[in-house]
């Protein structure tokens, strides 16, 4: 991903010749949402200073926020979340699941991951890497695999200091004994930076095995013509050398003081341990809501209303004839599709356009979630975008140049919706089973963006069609969107920059090394 400049955070030299930071009021704006002041910190600054105050205190003037200040918002404002675990246990679905969640809850994020480190270094050196390259007494592949968690290491800690905004790096690989881990801890102790491990344990023997055949022969370790039989006994083989060095976190009492999450069974248990600030507390939620599906999740638009066939933003308008076709069909094809799923819901907003859509489905029940009404667009409801263009040709040209950030006059961004939507989107972690969520455009463009990891930048642009059902089905570490148009066809006005769902999007760039 083309990750975007971030605010400047200018350095000016203070009395004894230290370069002290100076933020400007979009940079602490966004990392005070995630900071609380220690009471040492209060003491030395004489009190608790406020949020509006540090803001008063920066840019245009450019005053320096106090030095203990500005060193408890990095402190506070900086995470790695070094992963632990045997490998086909989950480490990177999880990863990649907290990354995304935490690129939609504004929060700069990036994974680290070692395996494609190590795979880019073998490839260079001409090394083979089947299982006897794990064997620990394998002197030159232990080298190999030391060396990459030093690079990947240096890579993270470089990328966090490069910029204020550079908020959380996910250390994604297997870190199983307390030696690895405690160089992790002592980078992260010397550059000011919070740690949790999160550690990710299978005990069923068929969820790892399950896992290996879906994902494993797809990383590029098995991409030299191996057979798929032969590549599944090489890693069950690789595990049995990872088992034998293989140090679960705190399992002798020494590593008690260090904050660490325990994720058991794909969240069926998880286990805390001193998760005691704001961004460890944001992942450790996260956590203790994911579950893994393999049920479909079903996205789709209310049947066209006024509004749609009249080019108007927003409002609450009736369906027309042929949104109500439509709604009949999905009726229809919603008892044949769900016939074989237990426990299926429907999701949709308290809006009369989904309403009146979902009134023909009788034979699951369908929960009305204020959450999930379109975007609102204040001042604009009930207005055409060319009447916009027209009439408020200044709002018109706020809008194109940042859709993301552009908040309706009285109304709200897409960054004000995506923070609606948070209690959905952990909601869609902890779903077992299918739900059709029947909503808006907005709304649609955000949980479909979400659940490919598109950046959120591309969301307001995603053109959810009208009169189609999109399938979500979980796949790996994603999600594969197949579109089932109903019908009957209709046309309505797009804006330009819309790009549809079947072109190819840019998933969201983890990392320049990621798997």
């Known amino acids: 991903m083309q990750e975007s400049e971030a605010q400047p955070c200018a350095r000016t030299e203070r009395g004894d010749g230290a370069a002290s930071p100076v933020y400007n009021n979009d940079s602490v704006a966004s990392l005070l949402e995630h900071v609380t002041f220690s009471p040492a910190i209060s003491a030395r600054v004489g009190r608790v200073p406020s949020r509006s105050e540090l803001l008063d205190t920066v840019s245009p003037e450019r005053h320096c926020v106090p030095p203990e200040v500005a060193l408890e918002i990095r402190a506070q404002s900086k995470l790695v979340v070094a992963f632990v675990g045997l ?82 790096a996910i250390f994604d690989g297997t870190n199983t004994t307390k030696e690895r881990r405690a160089m992790i801890a002592d980078a992260c102790s010397r550059h000011n930076l919070q740690l949790m491990y999160c550690e990710t344990i299978r005990t069923r023997k068929d969820d790892i095995t399950d896992a290996v055949r879906e994902s494993k022969f797809l990383n590029g370790d098995y991409d030299n013509g ?25 399992f002798d009492g020494s590593e ?82 769900m016939a074989a799923q237990k426990k299926f819901r429907v999701w949709t907003s308290t809006l009369k356009r989904t309403v009146q859509t979902t009134s023909y489905i009788h034979s699951v029940p369908v929960i009305t979630w204020p959450a ?21 040709p200044a709002e018109h040209q706020a809008r194109l140049a940042d859709k993301l950030n552009y908040r309706y006059p009285q109304g709200e961004s897409y960054v004000d919706l995506i923070h609606r939507l948070d209690p959905i989107l952990l909601e869609l972690a902890r779903l077992r089973h299918g739900a059709l969520i029947l909503s808006h455009q907005a709304v649609l463009r955000v949980l479909y963006g979400y659940m490919m990891s598109l950046p959120p930048e591309e969301v307001p642009t995603i053109d959810i069609p009208m009169h189609t059902v999109i399938r ?44």
């Open 372 to 392: 999930l009404c379109e975007i609102n667009s204040g001042k604009f409801n009930g207005w055409t975008y060319t009447e916009v263009k027209e009439k408020e």
């Open 226 to 250: 191996t057979l798929p039989e032969e590549a599944f006994h090489d890693f069950l083989r690789r595990i049995t050398f990872y088992e034998s060095v293989y140090q679960p976190v705190d």
């Open 472 to 515: 979500m089905t979980p796949k790996g570490y994603t999600f594969v969107a197949e579109l089932i148009p109903l019908g009957p066809d209709i046309t309505i006005e797009k804006e330009e920059d819309t790009v549809s769902i079947t072109s190819p999007l840019r998933p969201v760039l983890y990392s320049d090394h990621s798997s």
């Open 256 to 337: 008690a003081n260090t904050s660490y999450v325990k994720f058991i069974d794909l969240g069926e248990k998880v286990i805390l341990n001193r998760i005691n600030r704001s961004l460890p507390m944001v992942v450790s939620t996260f956590c203790m809501n994911l579950r893994s599906t393999t049920n479909p999740i079903y996205l789709c638009r209310h049947g066209e209303s006024v509004f749609n066939r009249e080019g108007r933003i927003g409002g609450d308008p009736d369906l027309t004839a042929n949104g109500r076709q439509f709604a009949q069909r999905l009726a229809r094809w919603l008892r044949t599709e």
């Open 87 to 168: 490998p086909a246990r989950g480490k990177s679905f999880l990863s990649r699941r907290i990354c995304t969640y935490l690129m939609f809850r504004g929060l700069r994020s990036r994974i680290f991951n070692l395996g494609s480190y190590r795979r880019r270094i073998a490839k260079e050196r001409n090394m083979p890497q089947d299982a006897s390259f794990f064997d620990p007494t394998n002197a030159a592949g232990s080298e190999i695999r030391h060396q990459v968690a030093v690079a990947a290491l240096a890579d993270m800690i470089s990328w966090l200091e490069a910029s204020p905004l550079n908020g959380v």
